[in-house]
């Protein structure tokens, strides 16, 4: 009965049947590396991983288990992950879960499942998105398989990855998914720098830097982004005077990436970001993952530009807080003022 009756038990036991079959599809990749039937392209990347995982440990980041392992999920997506904002306010629906707390998100294994709950809420005037996901962390709670829809064919996405997912190992800010996500977006990158640059690959050490120079630019565009549509939601206006300054917003925004955004990536192309409408749901998704990055690059300056010791020095800094603005506030005091009026990239 209960089971008929309820969404949540419903999503819960098909999340737990999932993640029973990822664990039991695993297969150890250092078994899969030796193993003469596996493709060498394939062989190329897992020992990639095994490489990357090593080095995370040599870094003082926990990588435990992850990653020492790999599952065929047997489809191209693994999940979809839903996001959902009112159409006048740059402010996420939430859920919240043990252990993390409360997230802006709800990912969903069972594509019709997803669609419902976004046409839902939908159906509440919101704005929502649903976007694929690759991969996922259980923050080192299980022994988090590669998954095959995360084995990127880019070294340098695939070693940032495994940086990534083992840097949320390393530090959890619960119900700080913002701060957790840009923290662990800025050790993926520079993270995987010095692992190019120690095995003297200076081709994708550059690489990684590059993008990590381009998501300091996109983190600044959608700062600018929000703090417009911001100034336009707090005016109190009709929802056509909304729809009016919305449009206008994704003028402005369209310019900026075909101008001086644009102008400032180093790896990254415009591509479809141009074609996209204003979203609040979507925003919100896109900042998770650029949220003040311009902090963690000064602390990584502070920190002699080393990982190591950045990373270290971080997690005894946030110690015991909990959400993001707390984090965050800590960070910004611990770093000082700005001395000039120019970020660091």
């Known amino acids: 009965m209960g089971y008929a009756a309820s969404a949540d038990v419903r999503y819960l036991t098909r999340a737990g049947v999932e993640e029973a079959r990822i664990l039991r599809n695993r297969r150890p990749i250092a078994e899969l590396v030796a193993d003469p039937t596996t493709p060498d392209t394939t062989r190329a990347r897992l020992r990639l991983v095994l490489e990357s995982r090593d080095f995370a440990a ?35 629906v939430t859920w919240w879960y043990p252990v993390v707390g409360r997230i802006p998100y709800k990912g969903f294994f069972d594509v019709g499942m997803a669609q419902r709950a976004a046409d839902a809420l939908a159906a509440e005037g919101r704005d929502v998105h649903l976007r694929p996901a690759g991969a996922f962390s259980t923050l080192g709670w299980f022994n988090d398989p590669l998954l095959s829809t995360a084995l ?74 929000v703090a417009r549509l911001d100034s336009l939601y707090g005016l109190g206006l009709d929802s056509a005077a909304v729809d009016s300054g919305r449009a206008a917003a994704s003028r402005w925004a369209l310019a900026q990436l075909q101008g001086p955004v644009g102008k400032r990536f180093r790896s990254y192309r415009v591509g479809r970001l141009t074609a996209r409408p204003i979203n609040n749901a979507r925003l ?16 990584h300056a502070r920190h002699g530009n080393d990982v190591a010791r950045s990373v270290a020095a971080l997690s005894a800094l946030v110690e015991g807080t909990r959400g993001q603005d707390s984090a965050f506030a800590r960070l910004r005091a611990a770093l000082g003022p700005v001395a000039d009026a120019s970020k660091s990239e």
């Open 58 to 92: 040599r870094l003082g980041l926990e990588a435990k288990q992850t990653y020492t392992a790999f599952s065929d999920i047997g489809r191209d997506t693994l999940l979809l992950v839903l996001s959902a904002a009112p159409r006048d306010c740059i402010c996420a």
């Open 152 to 225: 990127y064919p880019d070294s340098v996405e695939l070693a940032a990855l495994v940086f990534h997912e083992i840097a949320h190992n390393t530090l959890w800010v619960p119900s700080g998914v913002p701060f957790n996500e840009s923290y662990a977006q800025y050790v993926g990158y520079h993270a995987a720098e010095a692992f190019f640059l120690a095995r003297g690959d200076t081709l994708l050490a550059r690489r990684a830097a590059d993008r990590w120079h381009d998501e300091t630019v996109l983190g600044d565009y959608y700062a600018a982004l």
């Open 284 to 299: 919100i998704g896109v900042l998770l993952y650029r949220s003040e990055l311009d902090l963690f690059a000064r602390w």
